[in-house]
Structure formats: structure tokens, C-alpha cells
């Protein structure tokens, strides 16, 4: 994600949600984004100390600001919201 013209600050990290889907029993398919706490790491701020960039973390919540960028919706979330890494 190198095109991303987007650098988090301090300890904070942006990160896409992973989506997954559900079934429900009629068929019906249902998105999760809501209900997955796994992510991909796109960037990191200065200050986060044990994640790097294209790494899958698990999340404690999803807390933080929704952004877009290039069209594309991304979370910027602080490192102590990770409860581990992939």
C-alpha cells in the first residue's frame, strides 16, 4: 500500500478490516465487518513498538476513526487496542 499518501501518528495504526462473510439459513449472505476483530496492518505510526506493516493482528475492539483513502475504507486504531499479531 505504498501508493497510500497516509503516514498514522504516534502510536496509532492504520489498518483494513478483514471482511468476512456468514450464511445465514435461508441463504442469505451477511458481511461480519462488525463482528471480526482480525485486520491487516497497512502502516504504522513512529511510536508503535511491536507491529509492522503487513502484519494481521487480532483486535481487542474496533475503536478509532474510519477513514477513505483511494476510494478504499481504512480504520486508524492505537496499538494498545491489539491483542496480538498473526
Known amino acids: 500500500m505504498d501508493d ?3 503516514t498514522p501518528l504516534g502510536n496509532k495504526l492504520l ?3 478483514k471482511m ?6 435461508g441463504g442469505i449472505i451477511i ?5 471480526t476483530k482480525t485486520a491487516d496492518v497497512i502502516k504504522v505510526g513512529p511510536d508503535v513498538n511491536d507491529i509492522v506493516e503487513g502484519d494481521t493482528v487480532m483486535l481487542e475492539q474496533l475503536e478509532g476513526a474510519e477513514v477513505k483513502l483511494n476510494g478504499e475504507s481504512y480504520h486508524i486504531i492505537i496499538e494498545e487496542n491489539v491483542v496480538g499479531v498473526y
Open 4 to 6: 497510500l499518501n497516509f
Open 15 to 17: 489498518i483494513k478490516i
Open 20 to 25: 468476512t462473510e456468514k450464511m445465514s439459513e
Open 31 to 35: 458481511p461480519t465487518e462488525r463482528l
